[in-house]
Each structure stands twice: as C-alpha cells, then as structure tokens.
C-alpha cells in the first residue's frame, strides 16, 4: 500500500449509511444536501465520518417546549373560587 492510500479518509455512500439506519438513501443524500454534508463530484456522493456524524445531529427531532406550563392545581383552584363565589356551599 502506497503512502497516499494511507491517508486517504474513510469513504461511505449514502447507500450503505442508509441501510445502516434504516432509512430511504434517496432522503439521506437529500438532507446532506440540504445541509451541505456531503462531498459530490460528477453525479456521485460520498459521505465523511464527519459528514455522517452531521446527519445525525440534523436528524435529531426538535424540543417543543410549552408557551406556558400547565399547572396541576388550575381545577382545583377555579372550584375554590367558584365555592366562594356562591357563599361556600
């Protein structure tokens, strides 16, 4: 093996990245697209470790938090207030 084969970085295709996964290779070589991980020469794409990696992260589904965070005592404090609304019965 030649020095400049040594050096070489591992290679994958999107092919192989998405049977790994379990995903469609037609939506992975479009989300590395979209988010510009991913090295295409011609009509073919390979994928870098860190290429992958990328994916992974982009993959991720996004936090929803709440505007407001319910509060557990909300019923019970609108029926004490509607108790005392009507002079306590």
Same mark, same amino acid.
């Given at each position: 093996?030649? =020095? $400049? +084969?040594? !050096?070489? %970085?591992? $290679?994958?295709? %999107? +092919?192989?990245?998405?049977?790994?996964? @379990?995903?469609?290779? #037609? !939506?992975?070589?479009? !989300?590395?697209?979209?988010? *510009?991980?991913? #090295?295409?020469? @011609? /009509?073919?794409?390979?994928?870098? =470790?860190?290429? $992958?990696?990328?994916?992974? =992260?982009?993959?991720?589904?996004? $936090?929803?938090?709440?505007?407001? !965070?319910p509060d557990r /005592?909300?019923?019970?404090? +609108? &029926? &004490?207030?509607?108790?005392? &609304?009507? *002079? *306590?019965?």
């Amino acid at each position: 093996m030649s =020095e $400049v +084969e040594t !050096k070489l %970085p591992q $290679v994958f295709t %999107p +092919e192989d990245v998405a049977k790994k996964f @379990g995903w469609s290779p #037609r !939506k992975l070589r479009a !989300k590395a697209r979209e988010i *510009g991980a991913c #090295r295409i020469l @011609g /009509n073919r794409m390979v994928l870098l =470790e860190a290429d $992958v990696a990328q994916i992974l =992260e982009a993959s991720r589904p996004a $936090v929803i938090m709440p505007a407001v !965070k319910p509060d557990r /005592n909300t019923d019970f404090q +609108e &029926l &004490l207030r509607l108790r005392a &609304l009507n *002079g *306590g019965r």
